[in-house]
């Protein structure tokens, strides 16, 4: 069973950063992964980034890899998405999810309420 909050989100000029947080509840974690997802007005929902929880194998979607990091704090059940040279374009609401199956992005739920991020130019 998870339950997850996320939190961080707030307005940034372009080339800021912010860091968001996932905060899980529940009995267990060990055999889920963690995803960060986000979707922009009129657009598709988005894969950003996901973590294992045991190993913390780490994958990430083209379009951010360099400047996002994803990381687990196990001791606090949080997930952090750390977010570097932001980019109007990462603008969108953010929102984290759990997955049996990380590479399977349609195979996530427990979602969260999502974090708003806007990026200013």
């Known amino acids: 069973q998870v339950q997850l909050v996320e939190s961080g989100g707030g307005l940034v000029q372009a080339g800021g950063s912010l860091r968001l947080s996932c905060a899980a509840s529940?009995?267990?974690?060990?055999?889920?992964?963690i995803g960060w997802f986000r979707q922009a007005p009129g657009k598709e929902r988005e894969f950003v980034a996901a973590i294992t929880w045991s190993s913390g194998r780490t994958i990430y979607a083209d379009s951010v890899k360099g400047r996002f990091s994803i990381s687990r704090d196990n001791a606090k059940n949080t997930v952090y998405l750390q977010m570097n040279n932001l980019k109007p374009e990462d603008t969108g609401l953010y929102y984290c999810a759990a997955s049996r199956l990380m590479e399977v992005t349609n195979a996530y739920g427990y979602w969260g309420q999502g974090t708003q991020v806007t990026v200013s130019s």
């Open positions: 529940g009995r267990t974690f060990s055999n889920y992964a």
